[in-house]
Nanobody, 124 residues
Framework: QVQLVESGGGSVQAGGSLRLSCAAS????????MGWFRQAPGKEREFVAA????????SYADSVKGRFTISRDNAKNTQYLQMNSLNPEDTAVYYC?????????????????WGQGTQVTVSS
């Protein structure tokens, strides 16, 4: 498995931006499909975005489309989530998981490696 560490979370006002990072080590990062999920208090973990190893295929949840951008730098074993136009509904702990194939990318159960998460808080 690959070990994952998220960073970049924090508190921001509505309309602001944050850039999350996910550093990977261990099993080859560049071969894995990477995703971002989030979990707000009292809610289920939900899909945010996913990207294939080459970056050629990307998918976003409708709630973040046009505001968030997922990317990865395989040379640095790091993936990113640029979050713009944040609103209070984006408040959650954000996780970056990894899996082998892109199929069923929005299903959290299909991911086999997870980071510890980073808190994002958006105030109105």
């Amino acid at each position: 498995q690959v070990q994952l560490v998220e960073s970049g979370g924090g508190s921001v006002q509505a309309g602001g931006s944050l850039r999350l990072s996910c550093a990977a080590s261990g099993r080859t990062f560049r071969s894995r499909v990477m995703g971002w999920f989030r979990q707000a208090p009292g809610k289920e973990r939900e899909f945010v975005a996913a990207i294939t190893w080459s970056g050629a295929t990307i998918s976003y949840a409708d709630s973040v489309k046009g505001r968030f951008t997922i990317s990865r730098d395989n040379a640095k074993n790091t993936q990113y989530l640029q979050m713009n136009s944040l609103n209070p509904e984006d408040t959650a702990v954000y996780y970056c998981p990894a899996k082998d194939t892109f199929g069923d990318y929005s299903n959290a159960i299909k991911y086999d490696s997870w980071g510890q998460g980073t808190q994002v808080t958006v105030s109105s």
